[in-house]
């Protein structure tokens, strides 16, 4: 069974939770999330719509659909994913969500020119908005943002207005892109805020005034070098180590936080990687299946940035990982130089033979 919108979005949220308390607070911060977003809503109905997918819900708490005020987001469409498909895709591992296959399913089921994938904990700024709103975003491109961390505590009860506010006054961390400007280690801890914290152009990359952005142009070039070589048979011999990579200076840096690109974007790589055997750096594998896919990046720069409310991480701590660092990273290099494909799920990514709308909202 289809479900049926009036309103066609521009941006369509690809959101993947279960309401398990997960950081502490949970609840709070996505009644947060909705304050934040609701007045963008009501300025402009059609820009954003909502895909909840709520993966594996807890049988003792209400459902992500009955459990918070989603209607005050306007566009909202729900998703539930069930405790027997979960256990299909979570093989033998204790990872109570996969979140990159729940997100893969929003984006699978997504109305709009572009998919934004954004968590619960995450306020995108004002000024980034007002890009958005301006409908003018490149198709031929992937954005990110820099991600400030803050401390949530004065936010947990303020007006959304004054979040943006708040969260920079309780800055302690950026998450920028590497660069060869600045140190490859990119996160800067008590931090008074200012361009100097912020991602930089590389040489040759241009900047788009009108949204503010990096278009990373000196990652095209540097691609077509050791696309090049590879044709030549000179790369082995210039590139011995696994870290090709960073030489692109790729935003992957707090990726899952936001990567916004077209939707046909994420239909030619088949969607983020969809995997048990890690966690750990999930996310920045679809940085570099979109770059490798064609798109150009693009970093949306100072004063432009996402606030992150920072949380407690432990009860990731123990996550097996399958998978070292060493073999990321030549997974990463391989995937940039097209000697691994930037597919790495096959056609039925993100539930594709699943019906998983919610009954609830296609009986109304």
């Known amino acids: 069974m289809n479900y049926i919108k009036q309103n066609i979005p521009y941006i369509s949220v690809a959101f993947a939770n279960r309401n398990d308390n997960y950081g502490g607070e949970l609840s709070l911060r996505i009644e947060r999330f ?12 059609d820009l954003f719509e909502f895909i909840i997918c709520d993966w594996n819900p807890p049988a003792d708490k209400p459902s992500l659909r009955k459990g918070f005020e989603w209607n005050r987001l306007g566009n909202v469409v729900h998703l539930e994913v069930s405790e027997p498909i979960h256990k299909q895709y979570s093989a033998d591992s204790d990872f109570p969500i996969m979140d990159y296959t729940a997100r893969n399913a929003a984006i699978r089921r997504s109305k709009g020119d572009f998919c934004l994938i954004l968590n619960h904990d995450i306020y995108v700024s004002k000024s980034i ?7 003018n975003l490149d198709k031929n491109s992937f954005y990110r943002a820099d991600r400030v961390d803050y401390d949530f505590t004065e936010s947990k009860i303020a007006a959304s207005e ?11 961390l950026v998450c920028r892109k590497h660069s060869s400007n600045h140190s490859l280690i990119s996160n800067e801890y008590n931090v008074s805020l200012g361009d100097k914290y912020f991602s930089t152009p590389e040489t040759g990359d241009l900047i788009d005034q009108n949204e503010n952005s990096i278009i990373s142009v000196s990652a095209n070039n540097y691609r077509d070098i050791c696309l090049e070589e590879i044709k030549s048979g000179t790369f082995e011999a210039n590139h011995l180590d696994h870290d090709l ?56 720069q100072y004063p432009h940035m996402i606030f992150h409310a920072d949380h407690d991480r432990s009860a990731r701590a123990d996550r097996r ?40 909202d296609i009986d109304e």
């Open 34 to 45: 909705i304050d934040y977003y609701e007045p963008f809503v009501k300025a402009d109905p």
């Open 129 to 135: 908005i007002d890009v958005l709103m301006q409908r």
């Open 162 to 172: 004054e979040l943006e506010k708040l969260a920079l006054k309780n800055a302690f």
């Open 245 to 300: 990579y960073q030489q692109f200076y790729l935003h992957t840096n707090a990726s899952g936080d936001f990567i916004l690109a077209p939707k046909e974007a994420f239909f030619k790589i088949q969607g983020l990687i969809e995997t048990s055997k890690f966690y750990m750096h999930l996310d920045g594998y679809g940085i570099f299946q979109l770059f490798a896919a064609g798109y150009t990046q693009r970093v949306f």
């Open 321 to 360: 990982e399958g998978m070292t660092y060493e073999e990321h990273k030549d997974a990463f290099s391989k995937i940039l130089t097209n000697q691994l494909s930037y597919k790495l799920n096959d056609s039925n990514w993100g539930l594709a033979k699943y019906d998983i709308f919610c009954k609830e």
